[in-house]
């Protein structure tokens, strides 16, 4: 069996012309898996863009929510600039160093269930955005060794439980994100209309299950998944994106359009993209988030997706913990 080292797949459309990309970087066959899901960058004039002339100034905020029923039992977020948690959720934020000229932030959901066999999945989601923030902090840039790196110590430290996993870096002065992604975190990155002036999805990571309700994962078991199988995608970032990361908490309860909504709405109050805004959105989009998730009847991603598995109507948000993290492209 031959090996590859393979930098990225390119597709075009043999009528309409449409080209895609799939960012790879990782070599196939004996020295490294046989197999390996990828996520297209977005369309060819978007990678054609001028690196900035300045590197990008990135300004960060984030919101986090338990769980309404671990609230009542007591639970309470914890939320700081360079990372936080919420019930099982947590997440880090890396601010460009000396050191570490690259910005990172990241995304874990440990699953709630292993309570019942006397796990705190919390325990395992929040040694790996710590062990990622450690990774960035010690001059790692490479995303996915970044990932790695996090999910080893996890191993290394017999940690039980289990996770979803999203990391994200932003490099300020080549104006790219790279991220890998494990189950069904993710992130959004919205750009102005050059046209309308109005806000337009640009990205957005596709979620990963193997069925419905069963995200892929990292964790102690051993059917469990591996950082090989993350999705890796990189696309180029400029000055006025705004990056929404959250957990499945987000996306599940709050539409495109209704996330898009509040951005529109939020920003009008604020003349200058700076830590004011940023804090204003993350707040606002969790507490949309949060009141979607307890709305009985709003059609939601989560109950959409509901009555596409099981072939009967459902309508309601889901009940989870939620958190998100915005980031400013200045």
Known sequence: ?????????????????????????????????????????????????????????????????PHPDKVQAGFRASVKRQGGHAGEDAYFVFTRSENCKTHAMGVADGVYMWRESGIDAGEFSRELVMSAFDAVRDGTTDV?????????????????????????????????????????????????NPDSGTIEVKFKTPQQEHEFGFPYQLGHQANSDSPEDAQLAAVPVTTGDILVVGSDGLFDNLPDTDLIGVLEEVRGNYPHRNQAMASALARAIAAAAFHSSMNKSKATPYSRAATEAFDMVYSGGKRDDITVIVALLN
């Not at 990782?26 to 990828?38: C, F, H, I, M, Y």
């Open 144 to 192: 996915l060794q970044i990932f790695r790196s996090a999910a080893e110590r996890v191993r290394s430290r017999s940690m039980k439980g289990s996770s979803t996993f999203i990391v994200i870096t932003i490099d300020p002065e080549e104006g790219r994100l790279s991220s890998a992604n494990l189950g069904d975190s993710g992130f959004l990155l919205l750009g102005n």
């Open 1 to 65: 069996m031959s090996s590859h080292a393979i930098g990225q797949v390119e597709v075009s459309h043999e009528l309409n012309g449409n080209e895609w990309i799939f960012p790879c970087r990782a070599w196939l066959g004996e020295l490294g898996p046989p197999q390996r899901s990828l996520s297209p960058c977005l369309a060819p004039h978007l990678r054609e863009l001028p690196k900035p002339n300045k590197p990008l100034q990135i300004v960060t905020a984030a919101q986090a929510y």
